[in-house]
């Protein structure tokens, strides 16, 4: 398995709920790729700024292959980075 973590901060809290929006789709075309065991949009309660994406991909090949897919190259990257800064957590599951 596969791990990713992104934190995503608004760069204007006006667009909190366009950006929202935006990972929901992102979410729901991100799921139905190949490989993806678990693709969740979480908005922070503490700090309207933060978004956190959480992914779990089978292997790292399908995690490239999302990199590529329309859902990330061209929907997310065109829309939602412009409006973001974007910290990506690739991890290790220990418990």
């Not at 490989?35 to 949009?41: N, Q, S």
């Amino acid at each position: 398995m596969v791990y990713n973590n992104v934190i995503l901060n608004l760069k204007n809290i006006d667009d909190a709920k366009k950006v929202s929006g935006m990972l929901t789709t992102l979410a729901e075309m991100s799921r139905d790729e190949p490989g993806c065991d678990r693709f969740e949009v979480y908005h922070s309660q503490s700090d309207e700024r933060i978004f956190m994406l959480v992914e779990r991909w089978l292997t790292e090949e399908h995690l490239d292959d999302h990199r590529k897919a329309d859902s990330f190259a061209v929907f997310y990257m065109d829309n939602v980075i412009p409006l973001v800064e974007r910290v990506p957590h690739p991890c290790t599951l220990i418990a």
